[in-house]
């Protein structure tokens, strides 16, 4: 690899490249990074002091607190208790909501990866065809196709009748009396096209000679597949995982549409309820510090595992 | 394209067993699922267009064919419902203001940070990502009690959805221009500056046009991630004049959907389907252009 | 501030909270201070409360003790004070020209042809605004700036609160003759607002049981106590649902006991209606919303505790000519020994309106008797008190089908049916964690 003459050349280039003056670079960064400081840094403090803080004398309406010196704890230790005891307010709706989402974003996978898979090495001349077809469905509002599913899904909506007609069922199941298999389907079908896009761009660069390399060097196709296509895929398979299962957290009307009851809840819908209740909006501000937090680990080893790809891409 | 390898010309034909594990070798597979997905996204997309014609209110019973609810009905059809009509009007409000701030906000991002090596860049692409990847929830319930409780002065409505909406759709330029970048390297901008352009003069003349495709692409995302997006617009929203179609759909599914919220899609699908084919034939003639201009690495 | 001008925080404490807080940033939290713009009043730790109704008070006259502005009681009427800073328009004032009149309205709440008329008239524009429940409502009125001109629709428990928060504007009388002229005489000055100062009445309504009677073959009506249905074996599983209201779904609870005192509740009764309500939750995995209008007749619950005007609003979804012969509601406050809830909502015009003559006028028109007759027949299925709206005419004009008279509201239900009105704040709070724990299912 001639990766150090390479390196002398950019270095010397370098040097000459007096031609962006200091900072020149960094202020087009500029805008952006402050955008994001003021309404996606900063808000945090401000549900910071919502957490912290009172209410009003009134309408019991949250009063922030703006100096930390100040801030009352009980608002976050009635979250913190109620989220880890078993009899705790939002106890069920946290193990609710890790158990669905790790089973939809689960599904996700199963679906996306062989789609994807097939989308980007078998479709043949027909690629064109179900690459529109994968994204025709976004041309009419996410919302309405929701809609749409709560028709088919009626106890005598078109889903029982087809399954009822064929057999398939001897009589209709009640779709939307808060069935979790409902809402799990519900789940996949929002965002299972986010865990397709990344493996497909992926599984579309892999090089058709390294996998030609695979075959002529012995591998049987699984073989092929299992040492080749798949650790290809692995980054793209992970970031899939993140921008497919962290949305999933704060999804909270997929829940409201298609099951609504207790059984069934998310965390995200206790944040929903716990915001129109002026005396539990702090709570839904404590809700979502945790939510954060617990967040910030899968996030963290995204990002890491992200830039570390990205390095090595450029080595 | 390799159309055969993986499954290759049987030099040792796989036994059953090897099938078995390896079930992408099964070509039958591969077909079944796809078209199954394809199936299960679109089955509802056609229902929701069939009974956009439906003549009674109920969007699950077919009940015989009409207009009604495009023209007929004089409170609640599309050409008759204002709150309907304005819905529509501040999606494409909101969705076009977000993608003329987003996406040169984003772009002049993903351009700074593929040069800018050193202290800051690090944090600052940490920070775009992670805007990322947090939930929708999250950045709306903070920038809802920001507006409503630190800048009271920006209050609830279009501005705010607005905020909103471009921390949401930030870092899909960065991260769709940035992708770019890396693939065009760096050869193109040392040769402009080899050949003495000023650095202004290099990414206006040498970058940003073979940045187009990608630039064009964000805006499209963008736009269409604003349009369809309903956690955000729903939280910071104000009063029915901000009120967009998604919300519009969410609150008649609860309380009591009629087949006007399937005629707006309806005749929204018909719109981007006619944009979008418009797009890719202007597409294809750029591409082409493009392919001239740029020779491939 | 530094620790050392705080001698009550530990160092410990300070450096525990700056560690919580990440930085400490007090002058800051000045500034946010300032431009928060809520002029609100002081923090509340949500401590003792020493209540101050019953006597004089800033916000108004009579009423009980339990919050900081006198609770209106059936026994004990509350008079508002009108403030300076909050006055009556004056009366013969012309109508804003060209204006557009923001309404804040509950979902199918105002009918577009009342309203479409009103705008002819007027040669103005109203902007409906729907919230689907009270304290989303509430919340738009309350968040910021907001310039909301009327709402159709404030529960009587919101009103007292509202108005001391300075969110309603007092009503000019003279603007609005339809009050005295068409509605019935115990709405001309009501208990939560005597002299009808602050509140015109809008919809009238009694609580009860909605029902498919082709699945639950029960005679609901004939029971002694119709209440035991939702605890019964034959309350379907799956499709029996509740209303998703702290106050309706808990006084339910103590209505079955024949418990009528659901304005007083001690703190063992509020339990122990939670503790039956999660046993009917868990029995029949029932769902907790407001929209018995299309799911009764849409077959999505068989039976829901329900408000009446929302049993009217299920005939404006059904087909026309369409009797519905197997929906069928009840309200126990009919049966001898059962109590019921009876209940109105209220017109309000509010404080931070820019068209405060045409709202009045609006209201005015609503209260019109054809107009009323027209609102509640064709959209929002929610009668009003008014005085020509008597059952006779109601089921004799077939707008209600006979066997669902039960849903038609008399003068003469008020007088038997219990109200649910606002809560000491304490107990408004206990309620609300009930509720959310019914809610989450725990």
Same mark, same amino acid.
């Given at each position: ?45 401000v ?17 922030p607190?703006w ?98 007609? !064929? ?93 609504? !009851? ?43 595992? !992200? ?9 | ?145 920001l507006v409503?409780h630190a800048f009271g002065f920006i ?143 | ?27 800051m939290s000045a500034i946010l201070a300032a431009c928060g713009g809520g ?404």
């Amino acid at each position: 690899m001639p990766r150090s003459r390479r390196a002398q050349r950019q270095a010397v280039l370098a040097e000459r490249r007096a031609w962006s003056p200091r900072g020149f670079w960094q202020a087009f960064a500029a805008p952006a990074t402050m955008y994001l400081l003021v309404f996606f840094v900063f808000p945090f403090y401000v549900v910071l002091a919502i957490t912290f803080g009172g209410v009003t004398s009134i309408l019991r309406e949250p009063k922030p607190l703006w100096n930390p010196l100040e801030w009352r704890p009980p608002v976050m230790s009635f979250t913190l208790s109620n989220l880890v005891h078993s009899d705790g307010l939002y106890y069920q709706a946290f193990i609710h909501t890790i158990l669905f989402v790790v089973i939809a974003t689960g599904l996700c996978l199963l679906i996306g990866y062989p789609f994807a898979y097939f989308l980007a090495r078998r479709a043949g001349r027909f690629r064109g065809l179900f690459l529109v077809l994968f994204f025709a469905p976004f041309w009419i509002s996410y919302m309405l196709r929701m809609l749409a599913w709560i028709s088919l899904l009626e106890d005598d909506g078109y889903i029982n009748r087809f399954l009822t007609a !064929t057999g398939i069922l001897s009589k209709p199941y009640l779709w939307l009396a808060g069935k979790p298999v409902t809402l799990i389907l519900g789940l996949v079908y929002g965002y299972v096209p986010y865990m397709i896009l990344p493996l497909f761009a992926t599984l579309d660069r892999i090089h058709p000679s390294l996998l030609e390399a695979g075959r002529d060097l012995g591998g049987s196709p699984a073989r092929t597949f299992f040492r080749v296509t798949l650790p290809q895929s692995r980054q793209a398979i992970l970031a899939g995982f993140v921008v497919c299962g962290l949305p999933m957290f704060g999804d909270y009307f997929t829940q409201q549409l298609l099951a609504n !009851t207790s059984g069934t809840r998310m965390i995200a819908n206790s944040v929903f309820d716990a915001l129109s209740q002026p005396i539990f909006v702090a709570r839904g501000a404590a809700l979502i510090l945790v939510l954060l937090v617990l967040l910030i680990p899968p996030i963290l080893y995204y990002l890491r595992s !992200t830039n570390r790809a990205a390095a090595e891409g450029l080595a | 394209m390799s159309a055969q390898v993986g499954m290759g010309v049987p030099r040792s034909r796989p036994g059953l067993l090897g099938r078995l594990a390896n079930p992408w070798a099964q070509t039958r597979f591969l077909w079944v699922v796809a078209i199954g997905y394809v199936l299960w996204t679109i089955i509802p997309v056609v229902e929701a267009v069939v009974f956009s014609f439906n003549k009674g209110r109920s969007i699950s019973q077919w009940q015989g064919f009409s207009l009604r609810w495009y023209t007929g009905d004089p409170d609640s059809s599309v050409l008759h419902s204002p709150a309907l009509q304005q819905a529509v009007f501040q999606s494409l409000k909101l969705a076009a203001v977000t993608a003329i701030i987003a996406v040169p906000l984003g772009v002049a991002f993903a351009i700074s940070i593929h040069h800018w090596r050193g202290f800051g860049s690090g944090g600052a692409n940490f920070l775009m990502l992670f805007s990322f990847v947090t939930p929708e929830l999250i950045l709306a319930v903070s920038l809802f009690l920001l507006v409503t409780h630190a800048f009271g002065f920006i209050g609830l409505g279009t501005t705010a959805q607005l905020i909103g909406l471009v921390v949401l759709g930030l870092a899909y330029p960065v991260v769709i221009v940035r992708a770019r970048l890396v693939g065009l390297g760096k050869s193109y901008e040392e040769a402009a500056m080899d050949l003495g352009a000023s650095p202004v003069r290099t990414l206006g003349r040498v970058t940003v046009p073979m940045l187009a495709p990608s630039i064009f692409a964000s805006l499209a995302i963008v736009f269409a991630i604003s349009l369809d997006d309903f956690v955000v617009a729903y939280q910071l929203s104000k009063d029915a004049s901000t009120q967009t179609v998604s919300m519009f759909i969410y609150g008649a599914a609860k309380t009591g959907p009629t087949p006007a919220s399937n005629a707006i899609g309806t005749l929204m699908l018909t719109a981007s389907t006619l944009l979008i084919l418009c797009t890719a034939m202007l597409l294809r003639r750029s591409n082409r252009k493009q392919g001239k201009m740029v020779p491939p690495v | 501030m530094s620790p050392n001008q705080s001698p009550n925080l530990s160092r410990r404490d300070f450096l525990r909270r700056a560690a919580l807080a990440g930085v400490a940033l007090p002058s800051m939290s000045a500034i946010l201070a300032a431009c928060g713009g809520g002029a609100q009043s002081t923090v509340d730790t949500g401590g003792s409360r020493n209540g101050s109704g019953g006597g004089a008070n800033p916000f108004g006259t009579g009423g009980i003790a339990g919050a900081d502005y006198p609770l209106a009681r059936l026994e004990a009427p509350v008079t508002w004070t009108v403030k300076s800073d909050n006055p009556v328009i004056d009366s013969g004032l012309k109508a804003e020209t060209g204006a557009t009149v923001r309404v804040l309205a509950w979902p199918y709440y105002l009918a577009p042809a009342v309203v479409k008329s009103f705008e002819k008239a007027n040669n103005c524009t109203v902007e409906i605004t729907e919230g689907d429940d009270m304290d989303k409502l509430l919340q738009k009125i309350n968040s910021g700036q907001s310039d909301f001109d009327i709402m159709f629709g404030m529960n009587v428990w919101a009103v007292g609160r509202s108005i001391a928060a300075g969110l309603i504007r007092p009503v000019n009388l003279d603007y609005v003759p339809n009050l005295a002229a068409n509605c019935w005489d115990q709405f001309q000055s009501p208990f939560y607002d005597v002299g009808s100062q602050f509140s015109l009445p809008y919809s009238i309504w009694n609580t009860g049981i909605f029902w498919r009677n082709d699945f639950v073959k029960d005679d609901i009506a004939g029971m002694p106590n119709p209440y035991d249905i939702f605890w019964s074996p034959d309350a379907p599983k799956d499709k029996t649902h509740l209303l998703s209201n702290a106050q309706d779904v808990l006084s339910m609870a103590m209505f079955w006991k024949g418990n009528s005192d659901i304005n007083n509740a001690d703190a063992a009764t509020l339990a122990q209606a939670k503790t039956d309500i999660a046993q009917v939750v868990s029995a029949t995995n029932a769902q907790f919303d407001h929209v018995d209008y299309t799911d009764v007749p849409k077959g999505r619950a068989y039976l829901h505790q329900s408000w009446s005007g929302n049993v009217g609003d299920a005939f404006v979804f059904l087909p026309k000519g369409d009797q519905a012969l197997n929906l069928s509601y009840y309200w126990p406050g009919h049966t001898d020994g059962v109590p019921g809830n009876v209940d109105n909502d209220c017109i309000v015009l509010l404080s931070g309106g820019k068209a405060p003559v045409l709202s009045h006028m609006l209201a005015d028109w609503v209260l019109d008797k054809d107009n009323a007759y027209e609102n509640y027949t064709t959209w929002t299925g929610y009668q009003m008190p008014q005085k020509t709206f008597t059952p006779d005419l109601l089921v004799g004009n077939a707008v209600v089908p006979e066997h669902l008279a039960s849903t038609v509201v008399t003068e003469d239900d008020f007088k038997k049916g219990f109200r649910e009105l606002e809560l000491p704040t304490d107990d408004d709070a206990a309620w609300q964690s009930a509720y959310s724990a019914l809610v989450a299912g725990v």
